[in-house]
């Protein structure tokens, strides 16, 4: 008996404190992890930066060749009467700086002036959520959007110092097909 | 009009093209929070070390719209309407790694 009571008490203990124990794993992995991504995010993430851009810029530029416009406008669609289908489409990104690039943002801002780093970043998450709403609308049989708007929301809540920094780029508008 | 959600037009502009807009029957709307498991969300940790995309949470919230705007489309269907028009999305972030999602739009009957 005292040793099925026995058991029964380190099985319970062992439950209750299951979650405490993956979390101080998780903990001790984090602090082996965390330098050395940080290094690699020093030596590459510029550069992975800069790649984004330019991928996100082909892309944009040679669908447009294929096209010979921007299918995207912000007008709200008066300008043509023959439009025979229409339905929202959206698309968005979530997108942040690295660790490196918000500690050079930290000593720019030090100094004052325009942050350029994080424009950087900002408008690369905005290139790419424009451009899959391009390739979301093409891809639905879409042939224009029209009334598109771009909403940017900060995915880090207000106070929580210690989580992720990104924002979300939001892009939506009305697809529309014509005859 | 073939482009539709479960039967029902949504557009975000103030008029369908090509059709005419009969009756307003109200706003009409929907939100969702959703959250990704605690596995994802570390992954989403370590992968913003090194910045770029996070595609975790961009998939959280394709998948939280889309629930958003089901459940506006919903709405819309008790009231009898046909065509959802002049829809807007709204974003908060609650807590790192949850997200409300709100969609909301004005429910219309359309000829």
């Keep these: ?179 | 009009m073939e482009q539709t959600v479960q039967g029902i037009l949504v557009v975000n502009t103030e008029t369908i093209p090509g059709m005419m807009i009969t009756e307003t029957l109200g706003v009409v709307s929907g939100s969702t929070v959703r959250a990704k498991h605690l596995g994802k969300d570390i992954f989403a940790g370590l992968k913003n070390i090194v910045g770029g995309e996070l595609s975790q949470y961009t998939e959280l919230l394709q998948e939280s719209r889309e629930e958003a705007v089901g459940r506006m489309v919903a709405d819309a269907m008790s009231r009898g309407a046909n065509a959802v028009v002049n829809v807007r999305f709204a974003t908060s972030a609650i807590t790192a790694g949850a997200a409300e999602l709100f969609a909301y739009g004005t429910a219309v009957k359309a000829e």
């Excluded at chain 1, 991928?55 to 023959?82: C, F, Q, V």
């Excluded at chain 1, 700086?97 to 050079?104: A, G, N």
């Excluded at chain 1, 390739?135 to 909403?151: F, H, P, Q």
Aim: net charge neutral.
């Design chain 1, 1 to 179: 008996m005292v040793e099925v009571g026995g058991l029964l008490v380190l099985g319970i203990s062992l439950v209750v404190l299951l979650p405490f124990l993956l979390l101080g794993l998780i903990g001790m992995l984090w602090t082996v992890a965390y330098p050395l991504m940080l290094c690699w995010a020093v030596l590459f993430s510029g550069k992975k930066l800069d790649q984004q851009i330019v991928n996100t810029a082909s892309r944009e530029a040679s669908l447009r060749e294929s096209l010979g416009r921007d299918p995207l406008t912000t007008i709200d669609g008066g300008y043509r009467t023959d439009i025979t289908s229409c339905g929202v489409v959206w698309s968005g990104v979530v997108f942040g700086p690295s660790h490196w690039h918000l500690l050079i943002g930290w000593i720019n801002n030090l100094t004052g002036g325009s942050v350029d780093i994080f424009q950087k970043v900002i408008s690369a998450g905005r290139a790419e959520a424009m451009q899959r709403l391009r390739e979301k609308a093409l891809a639905e049989g879409y042939e224009d959007v029209i009334n598109v708007r771009i909403d940017t929301s900060d995915m880090t809540p207000q106070g929580a110092r210690k989580s992720i920094k990104a924002v979300e780029v939001f892009a939506y508008g009305t697809g529309v097909k014509y005859t």
